[in-house]
């Protein structure tokens, strides 16, 4: 079964509104979460890492005011997309560390397409 | 020069053949090497995974790593259709801050 859930699987909105996406862990309490983003035939790449109860840490270039991450529990993590606009249109893909050897587990992503 | 090669392909191939996928990598320090299946617009599924050299093989599934030479391999035996999806090696020191390659997009054709 599903180790993560992610959701919505797809949004559609309108320029300038705000997009909220949900990462669940479900089989394991996750401290770290990490969001990435993918562009059509192009690789994963990684926007930034969700800490349980601290702030997230961005990678170089990414937004933090506009890619907000909230990482309440140990087993949520959401990624607000603020102000959309077409430039972020892409799919976002959440990730959960968990098992053996730390495998990184993936979400089913959120297509985003900002009109 | 990227940290992870991966050839884009496309790559096309008759149901039955034996599927080679590779990637090269240049930091001589990672440890952990991951394959990953993507269908399209699904979240990556975790493959194969491997601990520093050496070779783990897992039913139609042969994943090698080489360390000296910096490449690893995929190897996927009498291929299916349900195989047909895009490919990601993934590699780091830890496991949780993993480099990607492009990704292999796979089709296996009846």
């Known amino acids: 079964g599903a180790v993560v859930s992610q959701h919505p699987s797809r949004v559609i909105c309108k320029s300038g509104t705000s997009v909220k996406i949900e990462c669940r862990s479900l089989?394991?309490?996750?401290?770290?979460m990490f969001w990435y983003r993918q562009f059509p035939k192009k690789s994963l790449m990684l926007m930034a890492t969700s800490n349980e109860g601290s702030k997230a840490t961005y990678e170089q270039g990414v937004e933090k005011d506009k890619f907000l991450i909230n990482h309440a529990s140990l087993t949520l993590s959401t990624l607000t997309v603020t102000s959309a606009h077409p430039e972020d249109s892409s799919f976002y893909i959440c990730s959960v560390p968990g098992g053996a050897y730390e495998k990184l587990f993936f979400g089913s992503g959120t297509q985003l397409s900002v009109l | 020069q990227k940290e992870v090669e991966q050839d884009p392909g496309p790559l096309s191939v008759p149901e039955g053949a034996i599927v080679s996928l590779n990637c090269t990598y240049s930091n001589s320090a990672f440890q952990y090497f991951m394959w990953y299946r993507q269908y399209s617009r699904k979240g990556p599924e975790l493959l194969m995974y491997?601990?520093?050299?050496g070779n783990k093989e897992d039913g139609r599934f042969t994943a090698q790593v080489d360390k000296s030479s910096k490449y690893i391999s995929l190897f996927i035996r009498d291929s299916q259709p349900s195989d047909s999806a895009t490919y990601l090696c993934?590699?780091?020191?830890?496991?949780?801050?993993?480099?990607f390659g492009q990704g292999t997009r796979l089709t296996i054709n009846p």
């Open positions: 089989d394991f309490q996750a401290t770290t």
């Open positions: 491997t601990y520093s050299s």
């Open positions: 993934a590699m780091g020191r830890g496991a949780q801050k993993l480099v």
